[in-house]
C-alpha cells in the first residue's frame, strides 16, 4: 500500500519489545495519540528469542543435571537424555503460554495505541517513518526501541555458526558445541549444552568469562564450567575461521599464545556481542548518527535530534529487561511532556542462569575500590548456609560492599543457587536505603538463601573499622 500523505501521530514508537511496549503505553496513559510499528512478532528479543527461551533451556539443563543426581536421594531414574525436538516443542509452547500473558496486541488495542505490522521502519526524513508495505506516518516525536542482534564475526566460513537467536534451529543437539563469546549469552548457554552432554569448548579473546560481573564471581562460574568438562580458553589472541568438513563437521581455527589451534566440532555458537538493529534504519535521513553499533543518547534519552530518542538496546547502555522498560517509560513521558525524566542506572539487578547461577547489583568491588578506596566488603560462602548444605548446593558465596560507614549499599554479587534471587532481595533493601545494621537485624525464614543476606550484613559490621570513620 501507498499513502502519499502520512498519517500523523504525536508519537511514533519503532519496535514492539519491552522498550517500544513500555514506551507507547505510557505516551498513551497521557494523553497522546501514539502509533507502535513493529516488523516482527510483538515482545520482541526477550519473550520470543532471549530471556524466555533461554529460561526454558536453562529449567531443561537443571533438570538433567537433577536427574543424574536422583541416584543420591535414592530416587531410581533411568539415565537421562535430550530428545531435542521435544525440547524444542517444550521451549516454544512456554514461549507462547508467556506471550499469551502478556497479550501485548490486545493492551495496545484497550490504550488506543495504533499497532501496524507492515515489515520494517525506515526514516524518510527527521518525521517521517516508511513502512516496507509503502505506508507513511509522520510523528512530533519518535521513540527507536529498535533493540539488536547478534554479531557474526568477519571471518571466513562465519556463515556456518549459529547466532544465540536460531539455537532452536540447530537439526539434533551437537555432540560437540564450540561456544565463542563469555559473556552473559554464551556463559548460559555453556551451561545449557554442557548439561545436554554436549562436549562444550569456550572461547573468548576477553581474559576472562563475564567480564561485566564481578571477577571473583566470573572466576567461581569459569572453574565450574572446567570441573564441569567444559574447556575454557580465555584471552585468546583471535578466531580466525570456520571451514566445513566432507564429515560435516566444522573445523574451528584461532590463535592463542601466538600459535594457530584448531577443533571439529558439530556446531559453533556465536555470542560475541549485540548491536543495534539500524543498518537499514534511515538514520542518516534524519540526522542521527550511530556509534559503535549503538545510537548515542543523552542522559534524558535524545539523541542528537532532541525530537527522536533512542532507548532500550537500541542505546547500546545497560541491555536488560528492565533497563529496557524503565528507559522507555521514561522516554515517553520526556516526549509528550517535555519533562526531563532520566534512569537510576545504578540499581539494576541482573545475572544468569549458569550451573551455579550469578547476579549482582550495583558497583562491584574492583568499581568500589576506585571510587572509595575505603569501601568495606564481606563475603560469606554458602558453605556456611544451612539451606545450601541441605540442598548439596555449597558452591558459592554473597559479597556485600558498602561504604565506610556502613550506610549505604554500594554493591551485592552472588554466585551459587538462587543467586538472582538473593540479590533481588538486597536491592530491594538498597532501594529502600536500608543501612547495613538494620539489613543485620532483619529475621530470615529458616532455612532459605536469603539468609546468606543477614550473614553477610553481620560479616560486614564485624570487619574492622576504619579509625577514621567515627570522627
Ligand atoms: C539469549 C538472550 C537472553 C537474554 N536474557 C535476558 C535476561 O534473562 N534478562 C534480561 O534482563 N535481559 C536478557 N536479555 C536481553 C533482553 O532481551 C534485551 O535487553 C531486551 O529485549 C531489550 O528490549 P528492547 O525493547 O530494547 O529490544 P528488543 O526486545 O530487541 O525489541 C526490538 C523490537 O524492534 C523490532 N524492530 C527492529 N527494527 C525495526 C524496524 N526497523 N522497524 C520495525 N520494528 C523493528 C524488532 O522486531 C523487535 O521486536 C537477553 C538477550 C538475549 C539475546
Ligand atoms: N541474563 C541476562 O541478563 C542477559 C542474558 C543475555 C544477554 N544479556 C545482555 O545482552 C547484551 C549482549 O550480551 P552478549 O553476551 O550477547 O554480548 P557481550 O557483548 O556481553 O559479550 C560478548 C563476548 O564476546 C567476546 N568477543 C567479542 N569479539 C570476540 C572475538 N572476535 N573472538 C572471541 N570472543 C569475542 C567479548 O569479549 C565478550 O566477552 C549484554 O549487555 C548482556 O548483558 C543479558
Not at 536427574?67 to 512456554?94: C, F, H, K, M, Q
Not at 556456518?160 to 563469555?182: F, K, M, N, Q
Not at 549469552?185 to 549444552?193: C, D, E, I, K, N
Request: charged share 25%; aromatic share 4%.
Amino acid at each position: 500500500m501507498t499513502d502519499a500523505s502520512p498519517t500523523h501521530y504525536d508519537v511514533a514508537v519503532i519496535g514492539a519489545g519491552p522498550a517500544g511496549t513500555a514506551a507507547a503505553l505510557r505516551a498513551a496513559e497521557l494523553g497522546a495519540k501514539v502509533v507502535v510499528l513493529e516488523a516482527g512478532r510483538v515482545g520482541g528479543t526477550c519473550v520470543n528469542t532471549g530471556c524466555v527461551p533461554t529460561r526454558v533451556l536453562a529449567k531443561t539443563a537443571r533438570l538433567m543435571r537433577e536427574s543424574r543426581l536422583a541416584g543420591d536421594y535414592g530416587v531410581e531414574v533411568a539415565r537421562p537424555s535430550i530428545d531435542w525436538p521435544a525440547t524444542v516443542a517444550r521451549v516454544n509452547e512456554r514461549v507462547d503460554r508467556v506471550r499469551s500473558i502478556k497479550r501485548e496486541t490486545e493492551r495496545f488495542a484497550e490504550a488506543g495505541v495504533d499497532l501496524i505490522q507492515e515489515g520494517r521502519a525506515r526514516f524518510a526524513d527527521e518525521s517521517t517513518l516508511v513502512l516496507d508495505s509503502g505506508r507513511r506516518v509522520s510523528a512530533t516525536s519518535i521513540i527507536v526501541c529498535v533493540g539488536g542482534h547478534s554479531r557474526r564475526l568477519p571471518i571466513p566460513g562465519n556463515e556456518l555458526a549459529t547466532v544465540p537467536e536460531d539455537v532452536l534451529g540447530l537439526p539434533s543437539l551437537p555432540r560437540r558445541v564450540a561456544v565463542i563469546g563469555a559473556g552473559n549469552t554464551g556463559a548460559q548457554l555453556v551451561t545449557v549444552f554442557s548439561s545436554f552432554g554436549s562436549q562444550v569448548t569456550l572461547l573468548d579473546v576477553a581474559p576472562r568469562v563475564l567480564m561485566a560481573s564481578d571477577e571473583q564471581i566470573a572466576e567461581v562460574v569459569s572453574a565450574a564450567f572446567t570441573e564441569q568438562g567444559v574447556d575454557v580458553r580465555t584471552g585468546i589472541e583471535m578466531v580466525q575461521s570456520l571451514e566445513r568438513g566432507p564429515d560435516g563437521a566444522i573445523t574451528l581455527r584461532w590463535i592463542a599464545d601466538g600459535a594457530e589451534q584448531s577443533r571439529e566440532v558439530d556446531a559453533v555458537i556465536m555470542a560475541t556481542g549485540w548491536p543495534a538493529d539500524v543498518d537499514d534504519l534511515g538514520l542518516e535521513n534524519a540526522g542521527v548518527d550511530v556509534v559503535r553499533s549503538a545510537i548515542p543518547a543523552d542522559q534524558y534519552f535524545r539523541t542528537a535530534v532532541p525530537h527522536i530518542f533512542a532507548v532500550g538496546d537500541a542505546n547500546g547502555r545497560d541491555m536488560l529487561v528492565q533497563a529496557a522498560q524503565f528507559e522507555g517509560e521514561a522516554a515517553a513521558e520526556n516526549a509528550v511532556l517535555g519533562a526531563n525524566r532520566r534512569t537510576p542506572h545504578h540499581l539494576l539487578p541482573a545475572g544468569g542462569f549458569t550451573d551455579p547461577d550469578y547476579a549482582g547489583v550495583g558497583l562491584t568491588e574492583a568499581q568500589a575500590r576506585d571510587r572509595d578506596p575505603s569501601c568495606v566488603v564481606a563475603s560469606v560462602a554458602y558453605a556456611a548456609l544451612d539451606r545450601a548444605v541441605i540442598d548439596d548446593r555449597e558452591t558459592g558465596f554473597l559479597k556485600l560492599i558498602a561504604d565506610r560507614r556502613r550506610e549505604l549499599i554500594l554493591g551485592a554479587h552472588a554466585v551459587g543457587e538462587n543467586a538472582i534471587e538473593v540479590i533481588q532481595s538486597v536491592t530491594t533493601a538498597m532501594a529502600a536505603g536500608v543501612d547495613v545494621s538494620t539489613l543485620a537485624n532483619v529475621r530470615f525464614a529458616y532455612p532459605t538463601y536469603s539468609a546468606v543476606i543477614g550473614l553477610a550484613a553481620r560479616a560486614l559490621l564485624a570487619e574492622s573499622r576504619d579509625p577514621t570513620e567515627l570522627e
